[in-house]
């Protein structure tokens, strides 16, 4: 059970990490061996990831609701979910 659910997780958090490269990476960092985009005025997706207050609710909540200066996307739930999973194993690298 559990390890089945830990392979989910991996496995959504690899969807995300394709999102982040293909729609986030222009304008953050979405990983700390990316070449190029990102913005000095945009944290990096590895700061985010270390806030106190982020969480998988938060992120949810913040990727679903339109911000000024962000593009929107109109990402699924699922997507969603997959850029949140993402975002969150962050946390545990380097």
């Known amino acids: 059970g559990l390890a089945a659910a830990q392979?989910?997780?991996?496995q959504d958090a690899g969807a995300g990490e394709r999102i982040?490269?293909?729609w986030c990476s222009r304008c953050h960092l979405v990983d700390s061996g990316q070449q190029k985009g990102g913005s000095d005025a945009v944290p990096t997706f590895s700061s985010i990831a270390?806030?106190?207050?982020?969480?998988q609710?938060?992120?949810t909540i913040?990727?679903?609701?339109p911000h000024r200066g962000m593009p929107d996307f109109n990402l699924t739930r699922a997507e969603i979910q997959n850029v949140a999973a993402y975002v969150l194993?962050?946390?545990d690298r380097p």
């Open 50 to 55: 270390r806030r106190a207050s982020t969480s």
């Open 7 to 10: 392979s989910a997780q991996a």
């Open 57 to 59: 609710a938060s992120l």
């Open 89 to 91: 194993s962050l946390r």
């Open 62 to 65: 913040f990727l679903a609701t």
């Open 20 to 22: 982040a490269q293909s």
